[in-house]
Structures are given as C-alpha cells and as structure tokens.
C-alpha cells in the first residue's frame, strides 16, 4: 500500500525479476543521493527506502508502494 510507512530492521518483500525478493529495510532516503549504484530521487513528501535482500546482500531503492510488510 503506497501510504504505509516502514522502519529501520522491518521485514519486507518486493517485486523482483526472478520472482520476490524478501529483505529488511537499511534506512529511508528523504532527499536525493546516491544509492543501490544510482541517483535516487527522495523527499519527505516522496521517500523511498534502501533495501538489503537476505539471499544476495545486495541492496536496492523501492517506493513504499513496491514493498510489503512480511509476518516475522
């Protein structure tokens, strides 16, 4: 749901191209940086979230509306 909020350390799941993706949020991005290997453009109005997958490590920039929560 676009409108949800998420914390540092919550467990979610996304969208990726092999299927879903499940990993945690690192921290949320209120203004435009680096991240994930790209430009990020965020705001307080519009922030986005770095995410950290468990089964890569790797880490990568979703909207709120493209992650869900995941039952711990």
Not at 32 to 58: I, N
């Amino acid at each position: 749901m676009a409108d949800e909020k998420f914390r540092k350390g919550d467990q979610v799941s996304w969208k990726s191209h092999g299927g879903t993706a499940e990993g945690h949020v690192v921290r949320k991005l209120t203004s435009d940086t680096e991240a994930a290997g790209r430009t990020v453009r965020a705001s307080k109005e519009d922030p986005q979230y770095l995410v950290e997958s468990e089964k890569s490590g790797g880490h990568a920039v979703h909207k709120p509306s493209a992650l869900h929560k995941r039952k711990t």
